[in-house]
C-alpha cells in the first residue's frame, strides 16, 4: 500500500527566507506525486505535480519540488518565502496506473510566516 | 464560475439525524471522489466514482451512502449521525481516461454535530 510521510508538522520562517517542505513517500514503483496547499476555510489546490522526466519540477506561486527516486522524496522548495504562502502543506501519492488514481495523502505541513 | 461545488458550505446538526452534503463538478470529469479531513487536518478518502459507477469503497461506516445521479454529481447521505463525524467533507474530481491526474477540489462542507 501506499503511503506519505510529512515529518514536519509546523514550521515557521520569516518573510523572505527560503523554504522547504519535507516529503517521504512508500510505493512499489515509481508513484505519480502532488504537492497541494489548503488556506483557511478554502479547498485544495495544487501547487505541482510529477509523473516522469525532469526531476525538479516548477509550480505556481513561485514553488518547486525535486523528487529523488533513491531517497523517496518529494520535497517543496520556494527561495523567498511572502506571508500569503502561510497556509497547510499537502504532499500526496497515487499510483501511476490503475482504475481508480486514488491520492494518498500526508499528514500535513503547517507553515507560519513571519513578518 | 466554480469548478467543484459543494453544498452546504457549513452544517451543524444534532447526533441522531440525517443529513446531505451536495457536490457538482463542471469540468466534464468521469471520476469524483468523497475525502474526509479530520480535526487533525488528515486527509482520508471514502468513496470515489467513475462514470456512476463505484470504484472505491474504503472502510467506512454504512451509515454514509454515496449517490452518483450522473458524471456531473456525487452526494453524499449520512445516516444516524454520530460525535465522530464531525469534519470536513472535501469533493473532488479528475479525468481518468487521459488526464493528467490532477484532483480538484471543492472547498468543503463543515459539518458539526452536537
Known amino acids: 500500500a501506499q503511503s506519505v510521510t510529512q515529518p514536519d508538522i509546523h514550521i515557521t520562517v520569516s518573510e523572505g527566507a527560503s523554504l522547504e517542505l519535507r516529503c517521504n513517500y512508500s510505493y512499489g514503483a515509481t508513484p505519480y506525486l502532488f504537492w497541494y496547499v489548503q488556506t483557511p476555510g478554502q479547498g485544495l489546490q495544487l501547487l505541482l505535480k510529477y509523473f516522469s522526466g525532469d526531476t525538479l519540477v516548477q509550480g505556481i506561486k513561485g514553488f518547486e519540488a525535486e523528487f529523488k527516486r533513491s531517497q523517496s522524496s518529494f520535497n517543496l522548495r520556494k527561495p523567498s518565502v511572502h506571508w500569503s504562502d502561510a497556509a497547510e502543506y499537502f504532499c500526496a501519492v497515487a499510483p501511476a496506473s490503475g482504475s481508480a488514481r486514488q491520492l494518498t495523502f500526508g499528514s500535513g505541513t503547517q507553515l507560519t510566516v513571519l513578518p | 464560475d466554480t469548478a467543484v461545488s459543494q453544498t452546504p458550505k457549513y452544517l451543524v446538526t444534532q447526533m441522531g439525524n440525517d443529513k446531505s452534503i451536495k457536490c457538482e463538478q463542471n469540468l466534464g470529469h468521469d471520476t469524483m471522489y468523497w475525502y474526509k479531513q479530520d480535526s487533525k487536518k488528515f486527509l482520508k478518502i471514502m468513496f470515489s466514482?467513475?462514470?456512476?459507477?463505484?470504484?472505491i469503497n474504503e472502510t467506512v461506516p454504512n451509515r454514509f451512502s454515496p449517490k452518483s445521479p450522473d458524471k456531473a454529481h456525487l452526494n453524499l447521505h449520512i445516516n444516524s449521525l454520530e460525535l465522530g463525524d464531525s469534519a470536513v467533507y472535501f469533493c473532488?474530481?479528475?479525468?481518468?481516461?487521459?488526464?493528467?491526474?490532477?484532483?480538484?477540489f471543492g472547498e468543503g462542507s463543515r459539518l458539526t454535530v452536537l
Open positions: 466514482y467513475n462514470n456512476k459507477e463505484l470504484i
Open positions: 473532488a474530481s479528475t479525468r481518468l481516461a487521459g488526464g493528467t491526474g490532477e484532483l480538484f
